[in-house]
């Protein structure tokens, strides 16, 4: 209980210190929305500072803080200068569909990381580790960037996949049922989500790989083995659990990377996610939903974290045993 | 002597591609802005040895090529050879009208021309732009490793050497700093700065963004470190003898961490360098016509030059090329620490 206590706590200092953080920033960087209106010779100088006044761009800092923090307890996170809608709404749309995307690239790349991982450290040095570490080390230099781009292009010219957004026209009228959404939904999620996996998959794959062969090597494997115990139960049911706890702090740790990584295939594959969002904000000066969108990447940071952690708690007894006491 | 030995290749590669970048001005056949509307998206000009009726020439040559108006495909006038020549003079004009006369390692004579990765969709060759733009990603990677290992050095060694609540509400930072996205937080940044200015402008201020923001990790590892050696007897007996804080930190702790310096040079150089590539791409960056490997990429994303002009992802397999080196690089790094350590 004062375990979760404190853990909340430590989740609400990072929310705040993010957003005071953005709030710092944009403090201190000079020019805002309302100077790039003032180059626009049909608006008036008295109309951009009403505008000002009224958007409370005037105010000091601390001010503007606290009227964002009660605007972000309502669920609104400010208002969009470019909409000239609350942030809140916006966001959760794009937040709904970045995690989609982000759930099913980790699902997939952790199932494939622990499989090729297993193979790879059950037989360390054979022709499939190699060629795992070969493909993995291209992978890491391949920015995501040129995996989304390359993607796109094989899929341009065989025509095999759909590119670009998220649904096709039309399949999200009434008269489309739920399983036609779904598989037009499944065939649009295809390029991203491989993409995704692609950048994600080298890292983990090392990572499973090097803490399940180090676990494979300790006193206890062996024991095991000599006690005649079938390598399909040592290492189902003795060296992944044990390896599984620095995996799942990998977990939680690799949410932040995760999260730029979609940013970036999001963009270029026009997936319509936090990421083009913070883009266009960013483009047109948005600043609100510039800090919305920073605070939401941190607030998935966190859940990722919690989820990572709740995971911990359930696999590993000895955290068990040392937190309830 | 092992470590000489991984090292070789990755460093010549290395030092191969940052030359070329570096000196573009002579390499390049072409200036970066220079336009040829006669040429969008062509191909890259094959370069014969052997010509139409069979005989080789020991000096390499081009045909005048054009464009079949209905095909759209390349035909090449095999009348006429081009010889291409070396340490050509090439004449470049100014705004003002001046002409200045300087050298290139190769060229061709007008009106024949020489792309030897093609062109891009405003007629400019690509070859050329990829080395100036590898001027520009390159050298921000670089400068701006100097700069985010320049305050993890000053921050991690006082923290690490001071303790107490300094390194408290420096580590605290540091976390929030790591915990989020980078990208997130650069984008965000970059949004509080004004869009259009100056290429220098922006080009400086790309480096103290992505420097600034990457200031977290390093210091963690140094001041790691740095807290270790603080307990070491030699400082002691440094301290003893009545060695000042600054003393001991640049005469004790600064030498300790110098291999974990490099180390993480070889890991950070290739992330900022994507870092550039990620913002111009974004056209967050510096601004056409000025190229960076990242705005060469993101045309690209216009349907027509990605179904049509592979040649444009050349920019793209030279920063793999450059990447994986600093990737070898830097395994090699930690391999010979690690050794070293045992």
Redesign the interface.
């Known amino acids: 209980m004062r375990y979760l206590v404190m853990r909340l706590s430590q989740a609400a200092t990072?929310l705040i210190?993010?957003s005071l953080?953005?709030f710092t920033?944009?403090q201190?960087?000079?020019?805002d929305y309302f100077q790039e209106m003032r180059l626009n010779p049909q608006i008036s100088q008295a109309t951009v500072e009403q505008m000002r006044t009224q958007y409370g761009a005037d105010k000091p800092m601390l001010a503007r803080y606290g009227h964002w923090l009660a605007s972000a307890a309502r669920g609104e996170f400010g208002i969009s200068l470019a909409y000239g809608t609350p942030v809140g709404p916006l966001l959760w749309g794009r937040a709904r569909n970045t995690l989609l995307l982000t759930a099913t690239a980790t699902f997939l790349s952790w199932i494939l990381a622990v499989a090729l991982g297993v193979v790879c450290a059950i037989a360390p040095r054979n022709l499939v580790d190699r060629c795992c570490a070969v493909a993995s080390?291209?992978l890491?230099?391949?920015?995501e960037?040129?995996v989304c781009?390359?993607l796109?292009?094989i899929a341009?010219?065989t025509g095999w996949f759909h590119t670009g957004g998220m649904m096709s026209l039309g399949t999200g009228e009434q008269s489309a049922t739920w399983l036609q959404q779904a598989r037009d939904l499944a065939s649009h999620l295809v390029l991203p989500v491989t993409a995704l996996v692609l950048g994600m998959l080298p890292t983990l794959l090392l990572h499973v790989r090097n803490s399940l062969f180090e676990v494979l090597d300790l006193p206890f494997v062996h024991a095991a083995a000599g006690h005649g115990i079938s390598r399909f139960t040592i290492l189902s049911r003795y060296a992944l659990p044990v390896a599984g706890n620095a995996l799942i702090s990998l977990f939680g740790l690799s949410?932040?990377?995760?999260?730029?990584l979609s940013?970036?295939t999001e963009?270029?594959m026009s997936w319509p996610g936090v990421g083009p969002l913070?883009?266009e904000?960013?483009?047109a000066?948005d600043?609100y939903v510039?800090?919305g969108?920073?605070t939401v990447?941190?607030l998935f940071?966190v859940c990722g974290i919690a989820l990572a952690d709740i995971f911990l708690y359930a696999s590993d007894p000895r955290i068990r045993a040392e937190r309830l006491a | 002597m092992k470590l000489r030995k991984a090292l070789l290749l990755p460093v010549t590669c290395l030092a191969a591609i940052h030359l070329m970048a570096f000196a573009a001005g002579f390499i390049a056949p072409y200036s970066y802005s220079r336009q040829n509307r006669d040429a969008i998206l062509s191909p890259p000009t094959k370069v014969h040895w052997v010509d139409d009726e069979g005989r080789i020439h020991l000096r390499p040559f081009v045909y005048l090529r054009t464009e079949h108006p209905e095909t759209a495909e390349y035909e090449e006038d095999v009348t006429v050879r081009y010889p291409v020549h070396f340490l050509t003079a090439g004449v470049s004009h100014d705004m003002e009208g001046s002409t200045t006369v300087h050298r290139h390692l190769f060229g061709v004579d007008p009106p024949a021309q020489l792309f030897l990765l093609g062109t891009d969709d405003l007629g400019r060759d690509v070859f050329s732009r990829m080395l100036y733009g590898g001027r520009m990603s390159l050298l921000s990677g670089l400068l701006a490793t100097v700069l985010s290992l320049g305050l993890a050095m000053g921050f991690g060694c006082v923290a690490g050497f001071y303790g107490s609540w300094i390194d408290a509400a420096i580590m605290r930072l540091a976390e929030l700093f790591l915990a989020l996205p980078w990208l997130y937080l650069l984008l965000a940044l970059r949004a509080f700065l004004p869009l259009h200015m100056e290429p220098v402008h922006v080009f400086f201020i790309v480096i103290a963004l992505i420097g600034a923001l990457g200031w977290a990790r390093p210091t963690r590892l140094i001041r790691g470190l740095a807290l270790s050696l603080r307990e070491r007897r030699y400082i002691t007996a440094a301290r003893s003898f009545g060695a000042s804080d600054a003393y001991l930190i640049r005469r004790h702790i600064l030498p300790g961490i110098s291999s974990l310096l490099l180390t993480q040079a070889a890991l950070l150089i290739p992330q900022y360098v994507l870092a550039e590539v990620t913002l111009s791409f974004f056209g967050l960056g510096i601004g056409e016509p000025m190229p960076s490997w990242g705005s060469m990429l993101a045309s690209l994303q216009q349907y027509r030059v990605m179904v049509s002009a592979w040649w444009m992802f050349s920019p793209g397999v030279l920063m793999v090329l450059v990447f994986l080196s600093y990737q070898v690089i830097h395994d090699a790094l930690r391999t010979a620490s690690a050794i070293a350590e045992l």
């Open positions: 990072l210190g993010v953080l953005s920033f944009l201190m960087s000079p020019g080390s291209l890491l230099a391949m920015p960037l040129l781009l390359v796109l292009t341009v010219h949410v932040g990377s995760l999260l730029s940013l970036v963009v270029i913070l883009l904000a960013v483009l000066r600043v510039v800090i969108a920073v990447s941190a940071l």
